[in-house]
Structure formats: C-alpha cells, structure tokens
C-alpha cells in the first residue's frame, strides 16, 4: 500500500508541476504579445506624426508663398521716403530687429511673440486651412532713415555711374533703381495643436 500510494503521489506531483509550467509559458507568451502589441501602437502613432509634421511643413511653405505675395504687393512701403523709417502696424521696419527668443537668432523677436491681432505684425486672412499666418519685413539696413548703398544690403546690385541698380529683381515692386536696400520677410505660421513653423527669405 506504502509503494503504491507513493506512485500516486510523485505522479500527483508531476502533474501539478506541468500544469505550473504550462501557465508559466502562457504568461510569458501573453507578456510577450503585450509587449508586441504595445511596439506596434507606438510605431502606428510615430508615423501618424511624421506624416503630420511633413503635411504641417508643407503647409506652412504655401502659407509663406502667400505672405510673400502680400508683402511684394505692398508696393507702397519700399521706394523711399516711405521706407526710411518704421511703420509697425503694416508690419515693416527700417532696420533688422532683436531676434534674441529662438536659438538661430534669425527671427525677430516681435515675430516669435506676436498673436493676432496685432499691432506689430500683420495678420493675413484666414483661408481654409485653418493655419493662423502672421509676418514683418525689415530693410537690410543698419540704421532709420535714407538706405546707404555703403552699409545697406544690396543683393544683385552694380554700381554704375554713382548709383546702385538691382538687376536680379522680382517683377513689379519694390526694386527698380536707386539705392535700395534689401528686404527680408519673416512668416510665422501656427497650426493646429499650437504648432509652429518660420520662414524666410530675401525679398529682391
């Protein structure tokens, strides 16, 4: 009976030892399937975003092309003697302003803070992309008053006979002849979930 009973019993044992390790497997697969399943969310919501981020940049690039379109058509602020000094509410300034906030240091500072309305920038109608644009152009040049064709920026300029011509010029205003100076545009476009985007450029 002794012998037996003792059979039974390692036999007992041994069936409980590999239901043990059969749930131990189980639970670690399920842990591994977790953890798989967890990796591919996080890789599904990664490239959601860099698809968004590429389709936000790409936006903003469009919305620049339609700033640079509206400051190029404010014809009446680069012949001097309109130029010469600042002019805050159509969002120009005679000389390059702090850009001290970002890191480039590129962006002027009444840029990077501004919100609309504004008073120091302007503000561009909304279209249907619900991107807010906002942006300022500022003359090349190291102090207020008439451009100096000696300490202003003059891209694509020649001297010829004591003036400074442009001739790489954008058609239409504002360069045509004269001691002009350059012009730079900065755009700043917010889009949805209070992303931001800059631009700049060159305006000749």
Do not use: H, W
């Not at 189980?26 to 967890?38: G, P, T, Y």
Request: glycine residues 10%; charged residues 15%.
């Amino acid at each position: 009976m002794s012998m037996k009973s003792l059979g039974i019993g390692n036999r007992g044992n041994l069936r409980r030892q590999k239901g043990m390790v059969s749930v131990l497997i189980a639970i670690i697969v399920l842990v591994v399937s977790l953890l798989a399943a967890v990796a591919l969310m996080r890789s599904v919501d990664t490239s959601n975003t860099i698809a968004g981020s590429l389709s936000f940049r790409q936006g903003v690039v469009q919305e620049a092309e339609r700033a640079y379109s509206a400051a190029k058509d404010s014809a009446t602020l680069y012949p001097e003697p309109s130029s010469d000094g600042n002019q805050p509410t159509l969002g120009y300034y005679a000389t390059p302003q702090a850009a001290t906030v970002r890191p480039d240091k590129d962006i002027p500072d009444i840029l990077v803070n501004a919100t609309c309305p504004s008073t120091a920038v302007v503000c561009l109608p909304g279209l249907n992309t619900n991107n807010t644009v906002l942006y300022v152009v500022e003359r090349l040049c190291p102090a207020i008053g008439p451009a100096n064709p000696g300490t202003c920026v003059v891209p694509g300029a020649s001297i010829q006979g004591g003036s400074v011509s442009n001739q790489t010029k954008d058609n239409g205003p504002p360069f045509s002849s004269g001691a002009y100076a350059a012009f730079r545009l900065s755009v700043k476009v917010i889009g949805p979930r209070g992303a931001i985007g800059y631009v700049q450029t060159v305006m000749r």
